[in-house]
C-alpha cells in the first residue's frame, strides 16, 4: 500500500494529540507502518498545534509536505485555511466550523477573516462540521474532537468496529463510552 498522510491541525487544548494517538492505534492494529510528528507552536497559550501521521507498508519519514495530505482535520477554521495547501488535488478537509480567536485578534491587532469555510469550498472538497454544537448536545464539549474524528473515518479504510476497539485502548476507562458515542454521532453526520 502506497502512503497515505493525514494532518490533524488546531489550536492548544483542543484534543489534537489524544486524536492522533488514535488515529496511530488504528492504523498499527491494522499492521501498518505508522509515522507521527507533532508540531506545537505556544500550544499551551492558544497557539496552533499540527500533528502529522503517515502510514503505509514501508513509511519512511513523519513529515507531511505541502500537497500530500489525503485527509486534513482541522478543529478550528483559522487553521484550516492556513493548512490547507497541504492538501493533494483530491484530498478531503475536514473542518470544525468554530471559531477560536488567536491572541492578535483578542487584543484588537488583527481581525478574523469573514467567510473562511465558504472560500476553502472554492479550491478543495471540504465537509464543513459543526462539531462543539454536537458535543454540547451531548452534554460534553470536551469529545467535539472525537465527533469531527467521527467524521474523518468515513474517509478511511477501517470499520467503525475498528475505530471502537481503539477509542476503548486509548481513551480512559470512564470516559470511553461518551468517546464512542461522540465517534458514532460523527461517524452518522
Do not use: C
Request: hydrophobic share 45%.
Amino acid at each position: 500500500m502506497e502512503t497515505k498522510n493525514i494532518m490533524i491541525v488546531g489550536v492548544g487544548g483542543q484534543g489534537t494529540l489524544l486524536t492522533s494517538r488514535i488515529l496511530g492505534g488504528i492504523m498499527l492494529g491494522a499492521g501498518y507502518d505508522v509515522k507521527m510528528s507533532e508540531v506545537h507552536g505556544m500550544a499551551q497559550r492558544g497557539g496552533s498545534v499540527v500533528t502529522y501521521v503517515r502510514y503505509g507498508d514501508n513509511v519512511s519519514e513523519p513529515i507531511v509536505e505541502e500537497g500530500q495530505a489525503d485527509v486534513l482535520i482541522a478543529f478550528e477554521q483559522l487553521e484550516a485555511k492556513r493548512y490547507a495547501h497541504f492538501l493533494k488535488k483530491d484530498g478531503v478537509l475536514i473542518v470544525n466550523t468554530q471559531r477560536i480567536d488567536p491572541m492578535p485578534v483578542v487584543i484588537g491587532a488583527a481581525e478574523y477573516p469573514e467567510g473562511i469555510v465558504e472560500e476553502l469550498k472554492k479550491d478543495y472538497k471540504v465537509i464543513d462540521v459543526d462539531a462543539m454544537s454536537e458535543a454540547l448536545k451531548l452534554g460534553n464539549p470536551k469529545v467535539f474532537n472525537v465527533i469531527v474524528l467521527g467524521v474523518a473515518a468515513q474517509h478511511m479504510d477501517f470499520t467503525k468496529e475498528q475505530w471502537f476497539e481503539v477509542i476503548e485502548k486509548t481513551v480512559k476507562p470512564k470516559f470511553i463510552d461518551m468517546n464512542k458515542t461522540a465517534f458514532e454521532v460523527g461517524y452518522s453526520l
